[in-house]
């Protein structure tokens, strides 16, 4: 069985991003595997490793910096890696579907798991733009997952737990709670220099120019919260009562 | 000897502070009645919410001339009974006192009141790109005030010292209410004695510390954090000085033996591939250089494979850095909740832990006391948890004085101390000796006289004013 992973590198969750003159200021940002991915990669090596035999792909699009990303999935014990390298990151989800369709019809893996969406954009497109281009199902934001005679049987997290049976190969979007994804170890970390990176470029998939139809034209800091005001003893109750009248304007 | 506080005190002290700054309702003294050392309760007779050092200033004239104790309290999370009023008297409870009064970015300096939360602080420097290390695990409620009065450590003491090594200068209230400024922005300060480090561990003993000038440091960018399995515990603590021989300067070096890492699982709710190992080492490393970071990692691996690790894993990304450092610090309070306890503090020269450890656990196993160690590894500094466990209440109280005795003798002989960062409050006082000489201790009680001459400064602490 193969099994292709997609993984996003972003900022990390603790990283403190700022916007200058319209633009995000990422220099300086540590950046990793989006969590999200993690339990996709997780649960493609427990389905490997189950069944005995097989081998996890990981597949990544963007600037030659994500070869970090993708020696950390190598190290936690994917088999292989394909590098789409772009000149900058790809911000539309639909151009980063369409050049991971490309890489992944060469591939023809039985299952692709990706996580639902990236940490950074939130957006969760990706997967389901691949899913469009190659003409196969997709689940998203799946927190359990069975496979059985080239079907996965997924349950989709919701108010109500849905589950739902599509036909292999499928995209299946991971979700917290599916796994504990694993830490790397020092001798997975030894082994990912050794591990095989195929790398390409969109002009090679002959998809230099996407179908991008959305840009990001500026980004601008949310207005800062005001500070919380402070009152103390009984007597400041009417003043609250005033300013919760008056400014905040809630009774 | 001290005289109970009357009426007329308490109103006196209301005159100074305001009436709704003295406490004396029973909910208040029974929280300034305790720390987080063990079970000891001594009850205040009021807690005084001082606002300033001028209140603080008044406060002292009065309970000098009146032969009144005062015992300031920081956060209360002390483990050596420091802030407990064990001659009764008056809490000064510093948390009004919670101010940033500058971050100077341009000499990298903070100014602060002391009553602040240590984690507020240090978030709120961090909120500019600066940094303050000093990381006591308690950092959530303990103050700044509390951190310097103890000279507290911390997992990051091991690259970046203890608090000493970050207060440059004080201001400070004398048991005769007179206001001290030693020190200041000057990184370097040569003027007679240095009395800001004097104050610095000195307990509350000499003076109530209102305000300290913090040195700040850029926040490095990037860390990496790696955790060793052995099933040697004496193999974990042999590597730690190679890496230190190797070049590496790890921002963290801490120890836990198997006990100590399964009851923080537990705490956590958390499992580890390896968690029945005999004991870990967790590395941290920080630094600016993305992959200069991930080269020191991978060597310190190595250094713990050839020191005989059965596993190493590494966590890079934030989320995974921060849920190793939850175990690690969910160690204490996990060991503490599991049983009624005695705490520990022993410190040796780094490469002198094997020999602490093996010596501490055979020492408890001798005298039939169960121990659970965990510690800040780089610093030698052992914590040693003794549990009374399935003990009876007699078993405990014959067996736990010789045991401490023994560990802190074994601790003295390597060239060790009977406290790393803890400190000596009222706990740790008939240890003192075993460790610290005849002369030294007359030095201190001179030192102590010179300061407090009525003793009403946090009475009873760290040494007796006899003599
Ligand atoms: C779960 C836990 C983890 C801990 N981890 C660490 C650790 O990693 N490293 C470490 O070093 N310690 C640690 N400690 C011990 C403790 O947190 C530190 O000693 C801390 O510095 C105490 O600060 P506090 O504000 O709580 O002080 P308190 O307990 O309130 O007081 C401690 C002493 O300081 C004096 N004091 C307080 N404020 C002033 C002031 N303004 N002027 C003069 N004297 C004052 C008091 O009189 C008392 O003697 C830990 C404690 C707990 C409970």
Redesign the interface.
Known sequence: MKIAVLIKYCP????VIKVSDGKLDTS?V?Y??S?YDEYACEEALKIIEAKGEGEVVVFNVGPQKNA?GIK?EL?RGADRAVHIVTDAEVTCPRYAGELLAAALKEENPDLILCGWKGIDYDLGVTGIKVAEYLGIPHVMIVTKLELSDGKANCTRQSDIDEVIEVALPAVIGTQKGLN?P??????G?MKAKKKPVKTTTPAEIGLERGDVRAEYTDFAQPPSKQAGKKFE?PESAAEVVKLLREEAKVI | MFTPLSDIHLSHLRSIVGDEFVLTDPESIDYASRDETEDLCFPPECVVRPGTPGEISAIMKFASAEKIPVTPRGGGTGLSGGALPVHGGIVLYMDRMHEIIEIDEGNLFAVVETGIITEMFQDAVEKVGLFYPPDPASRGTCFIGGNIAENAGGPRAVKYGVTKDWVYGLEVVLPNGEIINPGGKLLKNVTGYNLTQLFIGSEGTLGVITKAVMKLIPKPKFSAVLLAAFDDPHAACRTVPVLFREGLDPSACEFMERDAMQMALGHVEKTLPNSDAAAHLLIEIDGNDENRLAEEIEKAGMVCDEGGAIDVILAESGQRVNEIWDIRRGAGEAVKSHSIYKEEDTVVPRAKLPDLFVGVKKICADRRVRSVCYGHAGDGNLHVNLLKDTLTDEEWASRLPPTITEIFKHCVSLGGTISGEHGIGWSQKEYLKLAVSEPELNLMRGIKKLFDPHGILNPGKVIDNRN
């Open positions: 990390d969750s603790e990283a300086g540590k990793s595997v969590p970090k950390d190290a504990e694993r830490y790397p170890s020092l001798k970390i003893g």
